[in-house]
């Protein structure tokens, strides 16, 4: 049967699908944390097919990497942790530092799927999850699902963050985000106004600055920290983002919490004098931006690296919201939703560095197969 308060447009939906698949564990997500959970459900006896199942929006394996700049390499991207039980290093040739990170994450994910037999259901968008009896109900693009428990990997590529300012419609030239990013070229002979304080800010700012004429916009001025962002600085971050989810509050953005590395490209930035930072503009005008001092900016472009949110708009129906419109986070790595116990979010908050989705897979495998009693 359908839920009850289906309208007859959903209604007509179902029954051209007329598809249903029946599981005990849906994860959605094929990522870093997707494609962990699913190595630690196997681990723990359960079978793919059978008893879970992964869905994935993305046409082919590498979750969010294969969307990423070109520009973006080995080299200069942030350290790319090994999956469970298979490193990253093995699927690589010798020295291949400098080869696209959008084409070697999503190679190491295609092996990886393939060596533990992980079958994806994909192109497969989950468009709502619905209560329906003992479990939930899970509509998607294709096909229609039901589980007992969710382990959700959604991350947040698909849901990127643009604050509302005033005059943004008024403004004649693009605005744009970190995501719709291919080359530096694409803006040469154009002014580009670059917002945002984060590393894909900073990696963006560089190479525009080298093209064309840049103004770089934060809204408080950037930490940078001296040394190596090691295992206890990296502990702490951690800690800081997952007492914040466990009082029910909105995870922190990262870069709030560990700062940035003071590294030899931003000293090569400051030489070029590329980081004149100025503070954030009160509204934009049909030709740029205005401060609260009455100065102005002309602006081809503006370009906002303001950071993604959780892409969790499908299990709105499922998932208790706090006042301040976070979710209350329990569990042993945070990763289980503590007003639904059967929904287990990994690669939210403290989970969402790729080191962190990891061992909150194993934790989300764990104590879900405890709660729904696999």
């Known amino acids: 049967m359908w839920p009850q308060h289906w309208d007859g447009a959903r209604l007509i939906t179902f029954m051209v699908k007329n598809i249903r698949y029946k599981t005990k564990i849906a994860i959605i997500g094929a990522g870093q944390a997707g494609l962990s959970s699913a190595y630690h459900l196997k681990k723990l006896g359960l079978e793919i097919g059978r008893d879970f199942i992964i869905l994935d929006e993305a046409p082919a394996p590498g979750g969010a990497w294969q969307f990423r700049w070109s520009s973006l390499t080995l080299s200069t991207v942030n350290k790319i942790h090994d999956l469970p039980g298979m490193s990253f290093e093995?699927?690589?040739?010798?020295?291949?530092?400098?080869?696209?990170?959008?084409?070697?994450v999503p190679h190491y994910f295609d092996l990886y799927e393939k060596r533990f037999g992980l079958?994806?259901?994909?192109?497969?968008?989950?468009?709502?999850?619905?209560?329906?009896?003992h479990g939930f109900h899970i509509d998607t693009s294709d096909a229609l699902f039901s589980a007992l428990g969710i382990i959700?990997?959604?991350?947040?590529?698909?849901?990127?963050?643009?604050?509302?300012?005033?005059?943004?419609?008024a403004?004649?030239?693009?605005?744009?985000?970190?995501?719709?990013?291919?080359?530096?070229?694409y803006f040469r002979h154009k002014h580009v106004i670059i917002v945002g304080g984060g590393i894909s800010a900073l990696q963006l700012l560089d190479q525009i600055a080298k093209v064309t004429s840049t103004t770089w916009v934060t809204r408080r001025p950037p930490l940078f920290r001296d040394g190596p962002f090691d295992d206890m600085a990296g502990h702490n971050a951690v800690a800081m983002v997952e007492e914040r989810v466990r009082q029910g509050l909105s995870p922190q953005s990262v870069v709030s919490v560990t700062g940035l590395p003071y590294s030899a490209e931003i000293r090569d930035m400051e030489k070029r004098g590329v980081l004149q930072r100025r503070p954030m503009f009160s509204e934009i005008t049909s030709t740029g931006v205005?401060?609260?001092?009455?100065?102005?900016?002309?602006?081809?472009?503006?370009?906002?690296?303001?950071?993604?949110?959780?892409?969790?708009?499908h299990l709105d129906a499922v998932i208790?919201?706090?006042?301040?419109?976070?979710?209350?986070?329990?569990?042993?790595?945070?990763?289980?939703?503590?007003?639904?116990?059967?929904?287990?979010?990994?690669?939210?908050?403290?989970?969402?560095?790729?080191i962190g989705a990891n061992r909150a897979g194993r934790a989300a495998a764990k104590e879900l197969v405890e709660t729904i009693g696999l």
């Open 90 to 104: 093995e699927t690589l040739l010798p020295d291949e530092t400098e080869v696209q990170a959008n084409i070697a």
């Open 119 to 133: 079958q994806v259901y994909r192109p497969t968008k989950v468009e709502k999850v619905y209560l329906q009896g």
């Open 152 to 169: 959700n990997a959604t991350g947040t590529w698909g849901n990127p963050y643009i604050p509302l300012y005033p005059g943004a419609a």
């Open 171 to 185: 403004f004649r030239g693009e605005q744009l985000h970190t995501k719709d990013f291919k080359t530096a070229d």
């Open 290 to 313: 205005r401060w609260e001092d009455g100065s102005e900016e002309n602006a081809d472009v503006i370009l906002w690296n303001t950071g993604f949110k959780s892409a969790l708009q």
């Open 320 to 354: 208790p919201k706090e006042p301040e419109g976070g979710i209350l986070m329990t569990g042993r790595l945070a990763t289980m939703v503590a007003k639904e116990p059967r929904i287990h979010l990994v690669g939210y908050g403290p989970s969402a560095s790729t």
